[in-house]
């Protein structure tokens, strides 16, 4: 079946300016993930969906991230006034409830 | 910061066995232990998980010390295709949610 899928695969923007990263679980996974991945590091974690609301937002970093999900299942997450030190991989995984989660490939986001 | 401690990278000969060790010396006893691996340009994959008796699947097994303060994950057969960051998280629940990555072991394979 299909597995998780985010787009854009890449994203390049100028320091300043706004932009949208999507998200589509497995379908029927009520759980989501967002985390942020800089190179050499390990994933570090974002926020969590458990349907349409968010559980827990405790690693977003600053008010310049914001993520929804109005249906549960496609969710985008967005960045306001992006910053050079925005540049990452965005990676989203979800989850049938409290069990293994299945990643997507991520977002190259990069910012000039 | 991530709760669990391991080597930063590794290396074992094709088709040998790797053992991959990871400290969790505050984990709690509910706290699960689980593996993850991520190849090359690519998003973390599930390995295995446990809580108390090793577990065994088809990718992997994983040894959990008595005192539960270490693991450690077992390839039996390494393959150029098992060359990954391999990452040892300690969660809450069967899963917990946020998966507290640490920067893993990075396992090189060579034929």
């Known amino acids: 079946g299909a597995g998780v899928s985010q787009t854009p695969s890449n994203k390049v923007t100028e320091k300043g300016k706004y932009v949208e990263l999507r998200c589509d679980p497995i379908s029927g996974h009520t759980a989501l993930y967002w985390y942020r991945q800089s190179l050499g590091q390990g994933p570090e974690f974002l926020i969590y969906?458990?349907?349409?609301?968010?559980?827990?937002d405790s690693g977003l970093p600053n008010d310049r991230f914001f993520a929804v999900r109005p249906e549960g299942s496609v969710s985008t997450l967005k960045i306001q006034r992006t910053e050079r030190g925005d540049s990452a991989v965005y990676l989203c995984?979800?989850?049938?409830?409290?069990?293994?989660?299945?990643f997507g490939p991520g977002t190259r986001l990069t910012v000039l | 910061d991530a709760k669990t401690t391991q080597p930063n990278s590794m290396e074992s000969n094709e088709e040998e066995p790797v053992h991959l060790p990871c400290n969790h010396s505050?984990?709690?006893?509910?706290?699960?232990i689980h593996w993850y691996r991520q190849l090359p340009s690519q998003g973390p994959e599930y390995v295995i998980h446990?809580?108390?008796s090793n577990v065994n699947n088809r990718m992997a097994s994983l040894a959990i010390a008595e005192d539960r303060k270490s693991s450690t994950l077992i390839l039996h057969r390494a393959t150029l295709r098992d060359a990954a960051v391999y990452y040892c998280?300690?969660?809450?629940?069967?899963?917990?949610?946020?998966?507290?990555f640490g920067k893993g072991t990075s396992l090189l394979v060579t034929p």
């Open positions: 969906f458990q349907g349409t609301g968010a559980a827990d």
């Open positions: 505050t984990i709690s006893g509910t706290d699960y």
């Open positions: 995984a979800s989850s049938s409830g409290r069990s293994v989660q299945f």
């Open positions: 998280i300690d969660g809450k629940g069967n899963s917990g949610y946020a998966l507290n």
């Open positions: 446990g809580l108390t």
